[in-house]
Nanobody, 122 residues
Framework: VQLQASGGGLVQAGGSLRLSCAAS????????MGWFRQAPGKERAFVAA????????YYAEFVKGRFTISRDNAKNTVYLQMNSLKPEDTAVYYC????????????????WGRGTQVTVSS
């Protein structure tokens, strides 16, 4: 199984980025997908998650209204649209996959990608 995250970069505060995570080696439509982030010196934190068919989405409070998670099962890809970015959003962003289809905010994730760096300048 491989999860390849991309789309990170350097952006000014207030800007936008769209992260993508391409999955291979698994039946993508049978996995819920999550995005997590880890800032320097901090623990990894949940950002957003989406259920198998995309019917349910979950967000951390600190990204609600700014970030949107979506998926394209035909392309085996999950996305994270990030708008109104803030310097405190600077982190390495990871995508992950779980076979759980409920309570996926707190699920143990089975597979993790390597992450993509997002840096937001003030």
């Amino acid at each position: 199984v491989q999860l390849q995250a991309s789309g990170g970069g350097l952006v000014q505060a207030g800007g936008s980025l769209r992260l993508s995570c391409a999955a291979s080696g698994l039946t993508f439509s049978r996995y819920s997908m999550g995005w997590f982030r880890q800032a320097p010196g901090k623990e990894r934190a949940f950002v957003a998650a989406i259920s198998w068919a995309g019917a349910s989405t979950y967000y951390a409070e600190f990204v609600k209204g700014r970030f949107t998670i979506s998926r394209d099962n035909a392309k085996n890809t999950v996305y994270l649209q990030m708008n109104s970015l803030k310097p405190e959003d600077t982190a390495v962003y990871y995508c992950a996959a779980t076979t759980r289809n409920s309570d996926i905010r707190n699920a143990g994730y089975d597979y993790w990608g390597r992450g993509t760096q997002v840096t937001v300048s003030s």
